[in-house]
């Protein structure tokens, strides 16, 4: 079982917000700032989407957002599209020189 | 434009051996931290391995489920990072991702898959 807890799933009219957790009852997403998300469509490679909490990369829409609040660290989709429709993955520097994703959300688009 | 393109895998019998190979196109190879990450068929993401650079060493770690069975290497004459996976599992079986490190993993190949099966 994955030490980072995410929902299995949430859902969302087009236009809507959903926010997914992603919480650890370890130090290891309280204690740093590396905690990244990845969106995954089926058949597909990950694709970066949130890094160091809250910073997105060039390219990544403005709907989407990064959060940290003590060992909860969230991302926020905000205006629900079709597109967003996939899997998503937060991943957190664990210590040790090892990183650790959690169990993974599926978004639907309703 | 930055490209990792992975190769190498394939249908191993439980307990043989594989080596995936990572090339990588359009950055400056020798300087970036390496990494692993793999999907089983139906599971999420996990985290294998990494190997830093030489200027840090090129030092590896592993996930505790791979350490002792994996072996992460890389050529940078070649730009090339490779995965020896020895002693392989039925649940080794996943697509095998590489891509590049920082504080998260900015670029991602397109995948190897790995079936592990007698």
């Known amino acids: 079982q994955s030490a980072l807890t995410q929902p299995r799933s949430v859902s969302g009219s087009p236009g809507q917000s959903v926010t997914i957790p992603c919480t650890t009852t370890s130090s290891d997403v309280g204690g740093y700032n590396y905690v990244s998300w990845y969106q995954v469509h089926p058949g597909k490679a990950p694709k970066l989407i949130i890094y160091d909490v809250t910073e997105r990369p060039s390219g990544v829409p403005y709907r989407f957002s990064g959060s940290k609040s003590g060992n909860t660290a969230s991302l926020t989709i905000s205006g629900l599209q079709a597109e967003d429709e996939a899997d998503y993955y937060c991943c957190s520097h664990a210590g040790a020189n090892i990183w650790m994703f959690g169990g993974g959300t599926k978004v639907t688009v309703l | 434009e930055v490209q990792l393109v992975e190769s190498g895998g394939g249908l191993v019998k439980p307990g043989g051996s594989l080596r995936l190979s990572c090339a990588g196109y359009?950055?400056?190879?020798?300087?970036?931290?390496m990494t692993w990450v793999r999907q089983a068929p139906g599971k999420g993401l996990e985290w294998v391995g990494r190997?830093?650079?030489?200027?840090?060493?090129?030092?590896?770690d592993y996930a505790a489920p791979v350490k002792g069975r994996f072996i992460i290497s890389r050529d940078d004459s070649k730009d090339m990072m490779y995965l020896q996976m020895n002693s392989l599992k039925t649940e080794d079986t996943a697509v095998y991702y590489c891509?590049?490190?920082?504080?998260?993993?900015?670029?991602w190949g397109q995948g190897a898959l790995v079936t592990v099966s007698s």
């Open positions: 891509a590049t490190e920082t504080t998260s993993f900015e670029y």
């Open positions: 359009g950055f400056t190879f020798y300087k970036a931290w």
């Open positions: 190997i830093k650079n030489k200027n840090e060493g090129a030092t590896t």
